[in-house]
C-alpha cells in the first residue's frame, strides 16, 4: 500500500504541528496533494479514469476555497510549500 500510516502521521506532523492534528486544513490538503501525485503514475497507465481524479482535485480544491476564505496567509503559505499552481 502506497500510503501506510506512518506515511500519514509524517504528512500531518509536517503540516498540520502535530501529528494527532489531522483535522486542519493543512494537513488534509496536503493528504490530498499526495493522494493526487501518487496517482499520476494510474492516470498515465489508464487515461479514462476520470471519476478518480476529479473527486481527489475537487476535495483539495474545495479545501483551498475553504482555507482561503478563513485566513489569505495560511492559504498562500500552504499554496507555496506544496507547489500547488492556482
Known amino acids: 500500500m502506497y500510503l501506510t500510516s506512518e506515511k500519514k502521521a509524517e504528512l500531518f506532523a509536517k503540516y498540520g504541528n502535530d501529528a494527532k492534528n489531522t483535522g486542519s486544513a493543512e494537513s488534509q490538503i496536503a493528504l490530498f496533494t499526495f493522494r493526487i501525485n501518487h496517482l499520476t503514475e494510474h492516470l498515465k497507465e489508464n487515461r479514462k479514469d476520470f471519476g478518480t481524479e476529479r473527486a481527489l482535485v475537487g476535495k483539495r480544491r474545495r479545501m483551498l476555497d475553504y482555507l482561503k476564505a478563513k485566513d489569505i496567509?495560511?492559504?498562500?503559505?500552504?499554496?507555496?510549500?506544496?507547489?500547488?499552481r492556482k
Open 73 to 84: 496567509e495560511r492559504y498562500r503559505a500552504i499554496i507555496k510549500e506544496l507547489g500547488i
